[in-house]
């Protein structure tokens, strides 16, 4: 069952909810007349806990509190919002995550939410974001004991003034379905790999396709070959969980711009014949995160429907030892018509991506977006919370930052060092498909680069926030859904 949102101007303090969660700017604690209130039913408790735990507003600082029958609502939840100046959509959204997790820790079937400002219909999608975001859980593959207790079913968020105008529904039941947009992204990455295969994914492609009403095409491992991507045929050929190539189209009749997103669907990376160490191995469950961000992308244009042509492509396979796998030493062409030397099983994402980025070119879009667990260097030098991303173009370096902003997410741009591109050179094919360790991530955006043309294009290496490992803000531990919400700002930007 999905959240149900309302929107509520009643006095907060009167509501009968299992959670009663308010925003707290600084310094509000003693002047805020709801806060007042809600202090005074409970007999000074909130402002001498406060004092005792030096909760002030800032950002990140919690403080609950049963009430006790003082006061409608079974428990007071405050949530520090920081600074009044800075309360944008990316923080109320991820203020309402705080409130929407914090619900579900507490066995909550239902949430009241108080913010501090007064909410715009921009800011409302935002809450409705942040609420299904962070309520969200993975709980499929649990039984007994350990199936939550309880579900949070509706959430009443407060604005002053009087009955919500159809426009404010229609900007919550937006931001409900973005977010599920991103949901479904998370519980991709989250499943486990002998569920997700590569034809489990496409599988996801076609219903999702239905439900959000666009376009689908997929290749089964013989439509690879035939269509000549021989990269993407070599990184998959050592599976018996054969690959498949995924092409999504929402075209809507109108539009001005094209864009197409790239996503590196490795259901699973063992590393091939170069294969991983044991430790870890395991995550590499999420090396699909980029087909996720992709097939989240385009369900969340499904949803919002933006009057510009946008395109999901998605290389899935799986890199696994065999018999039949692919080698270091094996030379393969691939659909761009350029030959490449493999060095080591393991940068097999790069291959895949090579023949799909070939395969976007051929579609003339104004811009090309790909997203991957590409590196681990990437990791090295950005940590887990920020992704890289590459593009030669200033002007869309631009736009990136400014949709990352506004989304709550974080890209780190990287330079495109061009006396790397030497380490590409091979003695025996076009190009080899990996250089030296170290800039690892830089590298790897180079080889890309090769198979782009004169297409302008944004590389995003995501292998740091794919998979989190705690909760924090809108992001739960595990499958994040990065970068979904830059993605649909980029294309809502694009308008
Ligand atoms: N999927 C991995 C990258 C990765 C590592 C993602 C850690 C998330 C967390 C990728 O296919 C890979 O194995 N890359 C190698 C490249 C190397 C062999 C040039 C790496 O980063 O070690
Ligand atoms: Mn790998
Ligand atoms: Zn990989």
Redesign the pocket.
């Given at each position: 069952m999905s959240l149900q949102i309302q929107m509520s101007s009643a006095n907060p303090a009167s509501l009968e909810v299992d959670v009663l969660a308010v925003c707290v700017t600084e310094g509000a604690l003693g002047k805020d007349k709801l806060l007042g209130a809600l202090d005074g039913a409970l007999g000074g408790a909130l402002t001498s806990l406060a004092a005792q735990t030096d909760f002030h507003g800032g950002s990140e600082q919690t403080l609950d509190l049963l009430t006790l029958g003082r006061l409608p609502a079974r428990r007071v939840l405050l949530l520090g919002a920081g600074s009044r100046r800075g309360l944008d959509d990316a923080r109320v959204r991820t203020l309402a995550a705080s409130a929407a997790r914090a619900a579900n820790g507490f066995n909550a079937k239902t949430l009241g939410l108080v913010l501090s400002e007064k909410t715009s219909g921009a800011s409302l999608r935002a809450v409705a974001e942040g609420l299904v975001l962070g309520e969200y859980r993975f709980t499929k593959y649990f039984t007994g004991e350990r199936v939550p207790k309880a579900e949070l079913g509706q959430a009443m968020v407060f604005k002053t003034g009087g009955r919500p105008s159809a426009s404010e529904k229609k900007a919550i039941d937006l931001g409900k379905q973005v977010a599920q947009a991103v949901c479904h992204a998370r519980d991709a990455v989250n499943e486990p790999p002998n569920e997700l295969t590569p034809e489990a994914l496409a599988g996801l492609a076609t219903q999702a396709a239905k439900k959000y009403r666009f376009r689908v095409t997929v290749l089964d491992k013989k439509g690879i070959a035939r269509a000549g991507m021989k990269l993407h045929y070599a990184v998959g050929q050592g599976s018996t969980n054969e690959p498949r190539f995924i092409h999504m189209t929402y075209a809507p009749r109108a539009a001005k711009k094209k864009i197409v997103f790239v996503g590196k669907g490795?259901t699973f990376?063992s590393?091939g014949l170069?294969i991983?160490p044991a430790a870890?191995m395991g995550?590499?469950k999420?090396?699909m995160g980029g087909a996720a961000a992709v097939l989240g992308t385009m369900m969340a244009v499904g949803a919002v429907r933006p009057n510009v042509e946008v395109h999901g492509i998605i290389g899935a396979a799986e890199?696994m030892p065999d018999g039949a796998a692919y080698r270091p030493g094996d030379i393969f062409g691939s659909l761009d018509g350029k030959s490449v030397e493999i060095i080591?099983t393991?940068?097999?994402?790069r291959l895949v991506l090579a023949d799909a980025l070939a395969y976007a070119t051929k579609l003339e879009p104004d811009v090309i977006v790909d997203a991957a667990?590409?590196?681990?260097?990437?990791?090295v030098a950005l940590g887990k919370t920020y992704s890289a991303f590459y593009t030669g173009e200033e002007q869309l370096a631009r736009q990136v930052d400014r949709a990352a902003k506004e989304a709550g997410e974080n890209l780190w741009r990287m330079p495109l060092i061009e006396e790397l591109r030497e380490q590409l050179k091979s003695d025996v094919a076009d190009l080899k498909h990996?250089g030296e360790?170290w800039g690892?991530s830089i590298t790897?955006a180079l080889f890309l680069r090769e198979f782009v043309g004169k297409v302008p294009w944004i590389h995003c290496d995501i292998?740091?926030p794919?998979?989190s490992d705690r909760a924090r803000g809108v992001t739960p531990k595990g499958g994040t859904g990065h970068p979904v919400l830059t993605f649909l700002r980029f294309v809502e930007n694009a308008v």
């Open positions: 490795l990376d590393g170069c991983k870890g995550e590499m999420s090396d890199n080591n393991d940068a097999e994402g667990t590409l590196t681990g260097a990437c990791v990996m360790r690892g790897a292998a740091g794919a998979l």
